[in-house]
Every structure is written in structure tokens, then in C-alpha cells.
């Protein structure tokens, strides 16, 4: 039966290369992602409070991650930027 469904599969559902649906994710982005990741973590085992070392390391990681997104997404934001 399972052999079956796998030989459907390998027939019906499309099949993409690594980085078909992010051509624009570079190593930066997954060595910012892991920051993110540990320091979240961090403030987890902390008790995740709302103030402190932990709250605000966490925090800059994760605007640090959600802004190279941003760019690495549209690059066209600088120049967009630089033109206001």
C-alpha cells in the first residue's frame, strides 16, 4: 500500500529544489535566524519577563532577523528611503 502511495506521489505532487520558494535567503539570514532562536531561548528560561537584559537582547534579535528580511526580501527599500 505505502509503496503505492509513494509512486502516486512521486508522480502527482511537484517536486522543487532547496531555495525554490527564497531565492533571496543567504547564510546572513540563517546566522541571524539562530541568533534569534538562542536568545528567545534566553529569555524563556528567564521567565520571560517584559524588562530587562534578557527581554532587550531578545528583542534587538529579533527586530536584527525581521529587518535583513526586509532588505534581503526587497531591496529596493534603501533606495526607496533615500528618495523621501
Not at 532547496?18 to 528560561?45: C, M, Q, R, Y
Request: hydrophobic share 40%; with cysteine; aromatic share 8%.
Amino acid at each position: 500500500m505505502s509503496n503505492i502511495l509513494q509512486q502516486s506521489a512521486g508522480v502527482a505532487v511537484p517536486r522543487c529544489k532547496a531555495g525554490f520558494f527564497k531565492p533571496w535567503w543567504t547564510d546572513t539570514l540563517s546566522g541571524l535566524k539562530s541568533v534569534s532562536i538562542e536568545a528567545h531561548n534566553i529569555w524563556k528560561e528567564a521567565g520571560r519577563p517584559n524588562q530587562g537584559d534578557s527581554h532587550r537582547v531578545m528583542r534587538q534579535a529579533i527586530i536584527a532577523y525581521n529587518n535583513a528580511i526586509r532588505e534581503a526580501n526587497n531591496p529596493d527599500i534603501d533606495a526607496d528611503l533615500a528618495t523621501v
